[in-house]
């Protein structure tokens, strides 16, 4: 099947420095991929819509200036969380948009914990 | 706007059991509905989906049927096994699987 990958699995930073996620699909080139947030026992929220070659679409709530989004190619997006705070430690999921015999579907990311100091 | 709103858990249930985990939404239009798995250590897998009223879904076992009038989505399974173990998400999207609206997700542990 379809496999996404991100790296790193988990980073842990001092507040006011920057993090970049990786988000790539290995087997599967992909046009489109999400980018979700998740807080403790709560859902998965999503952040923004990455489209290769055009600037990516945020949710309403989400700063585009601190949540930067690059989809330089068809099999890697990154989210570079900016000047990162406390409130920003999360768990960021990314998945990737693929057309099966079923039609499309999106597969997931193992997620990447940040933690902020 | 769209939302989901599913049973909360935990769930821990013996081998063999009955589940049922609870799924209503609201939405304007028709959208497609989803159940996700995440297995221990794994990103999200697509389980089942429905796309219009009165489809079921099916796959590994686990049954859910759209249904329109009461605005949900349950997800049942006859006789769970310890490897059921993981967190179910329900979802939605108004077209397609493309911007999917999550549940908070539920965690249902088997018991052997």
């Known amino acids: 099947g379809a496999v996404v990958s991100q790296h790193p699995s988990w980073v842990i930073c001092k507040s006011g420095t920057s993090v970049k996620i990786e988000c790539r699909s290995l087997?599967?080139?992909?046009?489109?991929m999400f980018w979700y947030r998740q807080f403790p026992k709560q859902s998965l929220m999503l952040m923004a819509t990455?489209?290769?070659?055009?600037?990516?679409?945020?949710e309403q709530g989400v700063e585009k200036d601190k949540f930067l989004i690059n989809h330089a190619s068809l099999t890697l997006s990154t989210l570079t969380v900016t000047s990162a705070h406390p409130e920003d430690s999360s768990f960021y999921i990314c998945?990737?948009?693929?057309?099966?015999?079923?039609?499309?579907?999106?597969?997931f990311g193992p997620g990447t914990r940040l933690t902020v100091l | 706007g769209n939302s989901v709103t599913q049973m909360e858990g935990p769930v821990t249930l013996s081998e063999e059991a009955f589940l049922t985990i609870n799924c209503t939404y609201t939405?304007?239009?028709?959208?497609?509905l989803f159940w996700y798995v995440q297995y221990p250590g794994e990103g999200l897998q697509l389980l089942l989906k429905?796309?219009?009223?009165?489809d079921k879904g099916s796959n590994k076992g686990f049954e859910a049927t759209y249904r329109k009038e009461t605005t949900s989505f349950h997800l049942e399974k006859g006789s769970v096994q310890v490897s059921d173990s993981a967190v179910y998400f329900c979802?939605?999207?108004?077209?397609?699987?493309?911007?999917?609206?999550f549940g908070a997700g539920t965690t249902v542990t088997v018991r052997a």
């Open positions: 998945s990737a948009r693929y057309r099966t015999r079923t039609g499309n579907e999106q597969f």
């Open positions: 979802a939605l999207s108004d077209w397609g699987d493309y911007k999917l609206s």
């Open positions: 939405a304007t239009g028709y959208p497609s």
């Open positions: 429905a796309t219009k009223a009165d």
């Open positions: 990455s489209n290769e070659g055009s600037k990516a679409t945020y």
């Open positions: 087997d599967f080139q992909a046009t489109t």
